[in-house]
Structure formats: structure tokens, C-alpha cells
């Protein structure tokens, strides 16, 4: 009888496990409007409890020090981010505690970065990086990431001949992200479900790259807003910097000569001015070439 109870058991453990990594199912069931509202509350009331000592590390209030909630440093910004099947908006808060003197990635950029990521109700360090790691910000971080460092400047960096980099005048702060803009209810490694984490950073260096291959950088493949990922000419759902035919017309964009000069911009696109669109280059037009 008992070999039957822990054989039924090693069933149910089997199934709960494959649920589990069924994210359609679980994470609709799971409420991430609260999620958000519970996780916003921890995040102001850390930054009512902390402050920042004269390092610039994160130091809990023990007598009349600033808080980080009153301080101007602490800032935030609004992000849209759909979880289950529902959009969700999130506060993500950032602090730049050194401005970097060199450019600020875009979303599609890839970046080096240092950082030391922590979580937010003990402070446990899950995951270093002391000496800058290069990161696609579109496929390789969490979407709390990718929106934290495009407000961080890069810097100088000085090759030391060994391979390693040293970094002058780089960006540093610290990102602060709901649950939901990081794991979420499933969390990760030694992160916890629900768990708001937040980043200690150094934007090192910004580097424009071309996901498509068709030879224009990612940076210059967004809409008048500067949308990278609702920018898609021939709405097939592809956004142009994803999309190797951004018009549609079954010629391919590096193919209707985007960037002559071969310097990853598209300003001097080759424009066949058909009589409709004389102003749109040949790879944005679907009339050209002629079907
Ligand atoms: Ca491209
Ligand atoms: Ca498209
Ligand atoms: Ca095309
Ligand atoms: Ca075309």
C-alpha cells in the first residue's frame, strides 16, 4: 500500500512540476494588477527606510539621514507590460548617481555593463558582474532592465591589452523593479516569486547593432515617436528592426540598397521617386519595386 501512496506521489510531484512550467496557464490564473499595487507599496516604503551614505551604497535610516523617498535623485518612469493577458503598468524608480559623458543606449542597442543585482526585502546579492558583460538590451535582459538602462549615459573605456576594459566618466545608479518587471510570480534561481529586485549598475558602453541584417543599425530602424517596436511598415506584426523586408514586397531590404555608404544609416537610401511616394526610399516603398 505504501509503494502505491509514493507512486502516486512521484505522479501528482511530475505533474505539478510540468504545470508549472506551463506559464498560459499559471501566470493568467495569477493576479498581476495586485501583484503590481503590492509591489509598488514595498518599493516606497524601502525608499522611505533607506538612504544613501557618502559611498553610494543603499544604507537603511537610523537616525535623521535623507530618505530616498524625499530625495531628488529617486526618480521613476511609467511602463505598459503585458502579463497573462492583460497590460499591466508598472513604476519602474532609477537613481543616476554619475552621469556618463558619452551617448545613452536605445532599447535595441547592445550594451557592457557591471552590475550587482539584488533582492529588494534582504538585500541578498543573486548575481554579480564586477568587470561589464555585454548585453542585447532587446533579447538578453528582463524587460525592467532594458527600460532602467536606456536612462543610464555611457562613458570613456581604455583598453588595458589583456582584454579587459578600464571605464572613465560611465554611468552609475541603481534600477529598482517590481516583481513584474523581473520574474514575476515564477521567479528564478535564488530569486523568489513575486520577489521586487533592483540593480546597482554601470553603463560602461553602447554599441548600435543590426538584428535584421540588412545592413541598417537597429537604432535607425524606429517611427517618428521613436518607437522601435510599433515602427513596422508592412504590419505583418514584425517590428523593422526584426523584419528583413520592411516594406513587404517580397524584395528584401538589403537587396533595395538602403545605405550606400555602408555606415549603417539609412539617410542616403537609394529613392527610385516612383510618381506616388517620390519621397519614400525604394526598401520603405511597397510599390517599388513594381509588382
Ligand atoms: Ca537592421
Ligand atoms: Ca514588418
Ligand atoms: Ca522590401
Ligand atoms: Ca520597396
Given amino acids: 500500500m505504501k509503494k502505491y501512496l509514493l507512486l502516486s506521489l512521484a505522479v501528482l510531484f511530475i505533474y505539478a512540476s510540468s504545470c508549472k512550467k506551463d506559464d498560459s496557464e499559471d501566470v493568467v490564473a495569477f493576479d498581476h494588477a495586485a501583484q503590481a499595487i503590492i509591489d509598488n507599496d514595498s518599493l516606497i516604503n524601502y525608499f522611505k527606510t533607506h538612504y544613501l551614505d557618502t559611498e553610494g551604497n543603499i544604507a537603511e535610516i537610523e537616525a535623521d539621514e535623507e530618505a530616498l523617498y524625499e530625495s531628488d535623485t529617486l526618480k521613476s518612469k511609467t511602463v505598459n507590460f503585458t502579463r497573462g493577458s492583460e497590460e499591466i503598468e508598472y513604476t519602474l524608480y532609477y537613481i543616476v548617481q554619475q552621469i556618463g559623458d558619452s551617448i545613452k543606449p536605445v532599447e535595441v542597442d547592445m550594451v557592457n555593463m557591471s552590475y550587482i543585482g539584488m533582492t529588494l526585502d534582504d538585500g541578498e546579492i543573486f548575481d554579480r558582474a564586477d568587470n561589464g558583460v555585454n548585453f542585447d538590451l532587446y533579447s538578453d535582459l528582463i524587460v525592467g532592465m532594458r527600460k532602467g538602462a536606456v536612462e543610464f549615459h555611457s562613458g570613456a573605456w581604455d583598453p588595458q591589452g589583456d582584454g579587459t576594459y578600464t571605464y572613465e566618466n560611465n554611468g552609475k545608479g541603481y534600477i529598482f523593479l517590481p516583481s513584474g518587471l523581473a520574474y514575476a510570480n515564477v521567479g528564478s534561481g535564488d530569486i523568489p516569486a513575486n520577489a521586487p529586485i533592483y540593480f546597482r549598475i554601470e553603463m560602461n558602453r553602447v554599441f548600435h547593432i543590426d538584428h535584421d541584417g540588412d545592413s541598417i543599425l537597429s537604432v535607425y530602424e524606429n517611427d517618428d515617436n521613436g518607437d522601435y517596436f510599433e515602427y ?41 521617386s516612383n510618381a506616388d511616394n517620390p519621397d519614400l526610399a525604394d526598401y520603405l516603398d511597397p510599390n517599388v519595386p513594381s509588382k
Avoid: C, H
Avoid at 261 to 271: K, Q, S, T, W
Fill in 232 to 272: 513596422d511598415t508592412d504590419e505583418d506584426g514584425r517590428p523593422n528592426f526584426l523584419d528583413s523586408d520592411d516594406d513587404g514586397d517580397g524584395t528584401l531590404t538589403i537587396d533595395e540598397n538602403p545605405d550606400p555608404n555602408n555606415d549603417g544609416v539609412p539617410a542616403d537610401a537609394e529613392n527610385s
